[in-house]
């Protein structure tokens, strides 16, 4: 036997230490939170998130194993053998172990579990869903069409339709919408019963400044409250917007890309004047510390919709912004439990998109962006904070859709998302025939991750196909705009690893742990990847100290530091830990290590 055919096998109940190796990432959103995909067998995955995430997560949404036999990709269906006689209660088995650890992951106070099944496993899934949560505030199916067209099936009807359960924990309620997700709307909009504000920077990669007259200057907004103060007057393509010295108390806010990029504004300043001037701009989503925010107005059609009454104004808000509503309806129509929308259909918000994004790359049955995406808003359009995790990614849709929300209203919701790296049944027959093995990289450079996930995330964000070429074609119904001008969000791909205690112990594997500890602060800004030579660290949003003789300048540095949110604190003495953690801010919360990993981040294979 070789060396290299050697595989190190666990006993079912040894414990198992996880860590995370980054394979990538891309940065097109600024300071904005990443998403995260995660290459792993997702009990395993879900395990290591109760460390970072436990009790923290707003939705999950996921699409599991339908069981129906099908070996296209084992990922979405062929959990079991078709003709087993205890494939249902093998398939339940399977679901239970991860549907438990997904509640230890939900915020209790106010979240929601979305799960899309079929008619082979919908009973058994709506009896194990109320067994496994008893505590929920609500358990409801909704039956959504996927397909007009129909499957046929000889001899029986024909299935359009696909069914969704919702979990609802604590607080949340749904926030309704603009149709009711059954009746037909008209093609031009006109039934749209909700101010939809528009980002007045523009995003072609054509509008740049100097592209058009007029539409380069500055808004200067209240440094505190983010109001707007005044409009001022464009700039000539030679002056440096640097020598603009704003009126006191305020800050000038300009139409630029996360990289710096001078774009221009949608708007000429004297329409801009007269709209704010009638409470048709605003900024949005206004961050005091980093003096930054989201200037918005109303397009065009909304005004004269309000001004000839089909809108009504029912208010404004403390910035002089209107509120409205439709004049012909109270109250925005309660959504119903059958949605039949077009834009849920499966090839023409899944197929057709994922062509346009990974050209010739075949993954079968995804989910309709659209689909996803109409679905989430109705639990986090006020909570642009959210954090979503889909840990039967397949193909990314979760983490597109959660990008076309924030581009919506300027949020800043995150995306985690957990598949693994299957190969299709049929190029694994292929594979073998060339004496390949899973591991070998051109094995491996076919699965779901490699080969899917990662080059749609990557391309949804960028604007280009895994070629580099500009994706074609254009995104429509709420939101539409030309796909090619990407996101600004940011992304990260990781590779779940298997650690020993001993090495997590004593610190050979921080390097490993670290991007646990930074998606545990929010998977935002800097990462301490390393050891740090001076016995601690600051970052963005959390903070290491591995020498507790150097407690008191870390200490200071913390406070010093208003977005810091975690401290971890390497010591086996408890009397210590918490003599540092008294002199650290109360907001900071302090995590002991690795006392803490070992215990609360470890798992066995039988849980």
Known sequence: MLVEDLVVVAEFRDYIYPGLVSTGKVECGGDKPFHVVINAENFHALEALTFTHRGKIDAIYIDPPYNTGARDWKYNNDYVEGEDLYRHSKWLAFMERRLRVAHELLNPRSSVLVVTIDEREVHRLGLLLEQIFQDAADIQMVTSVISAKGAVRPGKFSRVEEHIFIVSLGTVEITPWIRNMLDPIEEDGSDESSLEWLGLRRREPSSTRGARPNQFYPIFVHAETGRLHSVGDPLSD???????????????????????????????????????????????????????????????????????????????????????????????????????????????????????????????????????????????????????????????????????????????????????????????????????????????????????????????????????????????????????????????????????????????????????????????????????????????TYGVLIDLDKAAPFCKAVEGNGSIRIAYIVTDDDRRFQSVTRHLPDAVESIRLYESYLTNFRFSMGR
Request: with cysteine; glycine share 10%; hydrophobic share 35%.
């Open 238 to 540: 030679g002056v440096d917007r640097g020598s603009i010295v704003p009126p006191p108390g305020t800050v000038p806010l300009w139409p630029l890309k996360p990289d710096g990029t001078e774009m221009l504004w949608g708007l000429t300043p004297d329409v801009l004047r007269r709209n704010w001037n009638n409470g048709f701009a605003r900024v949005n989503r206004w961050d005091a510390r980093r003096k930054r925010g989201t200037v918005q107005y109303l397009p065009g059609g909304t005004i004269d919709l309000i001004q000839c009454g089909a809108i009504k104004i029912t208010g404004r808000s403390s910035d002089g912004s209107v509120i409205g509503a439709m004049a012909l309806d109270e109250e925005t129509p309660p959504p119903k439990r059958v949605w039949n929308l077009s834009s849920h259909n499966a090839e023409i918000g899944g197929t057709n998109i994922l062509s346009s994004l990974i050209p010739g790359r075949r993954f079968p049955y995804p989910k309709s962006l659209y689909a996803v995406e109409d679905l989430l808003r109705f639990f986090l359009k006020d909570k642009p904070n959210a954090v979503v995790l889909d840990f039967f990614s397949g193909s990314g849709t979760t983490t597109h859709a959660v990008m076309r929300l924030n581009r919506q209203d300027g949020s800043r919701r995150q995306s985690i998302a957990v598949t693994n790296n299957e190969v299709a049944a049929d190029e694994q027959a292929v594979l073998r025939a060339k004496k390949l093995r899973p591991g070998d990289s051109d094995w491996e450079k076919w699965g779901i991750c490699d080969h899917i996930t990662m080059p749609r995330v990557r391309a949804a964000i960028t604007g280009r196909t895994p070629n580099g070429d500009q994706i074609k074609g254009e995104y429509r119904f709420t939101d539409e705009f030309p796909m090619a001008e990407g996101f600004e969000e940011n992304a990260e791909f990781f590779t779940l690893t298997y650690e020993t205690p001993v090495a997590v112990s004593h610190n050979r594997a921080f390097a490993r742990i670290a991007p646990l500890l930074w998606m545990r602060a929010g998977s935002e800004g800097k990462r301490i990847d390393a050891i740090p030579a001076k016995g601690w660290e600051v970052a963005d």
